[in-house]
């Protein structure tokens, strides 16, 4: 098992940077269920116990409208780091809208 400031220290190497919206699982390579045109930019803080917060949501339009959203990727400089499953509402809206909340949204290093 790492220590918390093990985690922190191998978090901040990550330069996370970008955010991708799938319909389905991501794969182990990031690149199953891709919602078209999704990979925007996202910023993150700095690590602490063990997890890095998104620090602003991070929008998108021109979606499908209803398109289903199950899981987020996470990457730095086009290398697909992680994925997360999502809860909670899982489509873009009538609008073709979906929103990334900041501070809910979280990549962290947990003991397995």
């Known amino acids: 098992m790492f220590s918390i400031e093990a985690k922190n220290a191998m978090l901040n190497v990550l330069k996370v940077d970008a955010i991708q919206l799938h319909s389905g699982p991501p794969g182990p390579a990031g690149a199953d269920n891709i919602v078209a045109n999704t ?46 499953e999502l809860s909670g509402d899982r489509a873009a809206n009538a609008a073709g809208e979906y929103t990334i909340k900041a501070v809910s949204t979280k990549i962290g290093i947990a003991d397995s």
């Not at 063990?50 to 021109?62: H, K, P, Q, S």
Request: hydrophobic share 50%; glycine share 4%; with cysteine.
């Open 39 to 84: 990979f925007l930019d996202g910023t993150f803080s700095a690590a602490s116990n063990a997890e890095r917060i998104l620090l602003a949501d991070v929008n998108y339009a021109g979606l499908k409208p209803l398109q289903p959203i199950t899981h987020i990727s996470f990457w730095a400089d086009s290398v697909f780091l992680a994925c997360s």
